[in-house]
């Protein structure tokens, strides 16, 4: 099991920055990725960016050079740096992790955190 409790997030003008963060209950050494998905209107769940445990990052292409994703193993933190925010980004955005194993993955999420981008 692990719980992720996450922070951040708000209300921004566009071409503003956000920082999210989720804190997760154990080392995120004993995961085998970590990434972060937000939620339209439409209520779909769409990845936005992830970090493996071999520390491969990746992006969708919406957000390539504007987002960072980041850990800190100090403190079991994942973060989420977003520069250049844009209306489309808009969204309910939740942590994930994942922990890969012999009957497939367990997925884990946060609670959720709003951003809205709007002038």
């Known amino acids: 099991q692990v719980q992720l409790v996450q922070s951040g997030g708000g209300l921004v003008q566009p071409g503003g920055s956000l920082t999210l963060s989720c804190a997760a209950s154990r080392s995120l050494d004993s995961l085998s990725g970590m990434g972060w998905y937000r939620q339209t209107p439409d209520k779909q769940r769409v990845w936005v960016a992830r970090?493996?445990?071999?520390?491969?990052?990746y992006y969708t292409d919406s957000v390539k050079g504007r987002f960072t994703i980041s850990t800190d193993v100090a403190t079991n933190t994942v973060h989420l740096q977003m520069n250049d925010l844009k209306p489309d980004d808009t969204a309910a955005y939740y942590c994930n992790v994942y922990i890969l194993g012999s009957k497939g993955a367990e997925n884990y999420w946060g609670q959720g955190t709003q951003v809205t981008v709007s002038s």
């Open positions: 970090i493996t445990s071999s520390r491969n990052i």
